[in-house]
T-cell receptor, first 114, second 111 residues
Framework: NAGVTQTPKFRVLKTGQSMTLLCAQDMNHEYMYWYRQDPGMGLRLIHYSVGEGTTAKGEVPDGYNVSRLKKQNFLLGLESAAPSQTSVYFC?????????????FGNGTRLTVT | EDQVTQSPEALRLQEGESSSLNCSYTVSGLRGLFWYRQDPGKGPEFLFTLYSAGEEKEKERLKATLTKKESFLHITAPKPEDSATYLCAVQGTSGTYKYIFGTGTRLKVLA
């Protein structure tokens, strides 16, 4: 029972380089999310998806792109990394129920941009 | 604007010393209030969902309660393995995708 799996776990980039973070979930959840977590700040939503083939911007989308080609996968791309994107990135998924549905998180990708 | 504030930022307890963590929230219609536990280097782990004022949930040494303005996470006779950061989040009626997180309470339980 893997839940939400993120790869890679760690990555160091130089300014201007690009990379893709991969998220996979095996719970058949419709909704998937990308968050970043920085010291002293709560988890902030970057982008989210309400289903295969659809994505939308969250609170802090600038500098990131996403794709949801398959229901179980959600990719986060950085086209030209900046030091301000140094952070821990978490993927999450949930059912879209009418009452509150909890998020289920992966274990994160720690990204450093030098 | 939806908002979540957690207090204290950090808490040190002796093993067996019970205490409470606070989560104050402002939201336009509450779908759910969530408590998570986060260990260093890991993602948040879901603990509880509370839906309406007066509701309580329990799990081992943890008990979560909810009023119209705040939630408490009570820790009874904590053990060192309860040391973690505890996060609170709310989901309002403004959108099923929107979760607002607090900055967490770092709990350290000393043996």
């Amino acid at each position: 029972n893997a839940g939400v799996t993120q790869t890679p776990k760690f990555r160091v980039l130089k300014t201007g380089q690009s990379m893709t973070l991969l998220c996979a979930q095996d719970m058949n959840h419709e909704y998937m999310y990308w968050y970043r977590q920085d010291p002293g700040m709560g988890l902030r939503l970057i982008h989210y998806s309400v289903g295969e083939g659809t994505t939308a911007k969250g609170e802090v989308p600038d500098g990131y792109n996403v794709s949801r080609l398959k229901k179980q996968n959600f990719l986060l791309g950085l086209e030209s990394a900046a030091p301000s994107q140094t952070s821990v990135y978490f993927c999450a998924s949930s059912f879209p129920t009418g009452t509150g549905a909890p998020l289920h998180f992966g274990n994160g990708t720690r990204l450093t941009v030098t | 604007e939806d908002q979540v504030t957690q207090s204290p930022e950090a808490l040190r307890l002796q093993e067996g010393e019970s205490s409470s963590l606070n989560c104050s929230y402002t939201v336009s219609g509450l779908r759910g209030l969530f408590w998570y536990r986060q260990d260093p280097g890991k993602g948040p782990e879901f603990l509880f969902t509370l839906y309406s004022a007066g509701e309580e949930k329990e799990k081992e040494r943890l008990k979560a309660t909810l009023t119209k303005k705040e939630s408490f996470l009570h820790i009874t006779a904590p053990k060192p393995e309860d040391s973690a950061t505890y996060l609170c989040a709310v989901q309002g009626t403004s959108g099923t995708y929107k979760y607002i997180f607090g900055t967490g309470t770092r709990l350290k339980v000393l043996a």
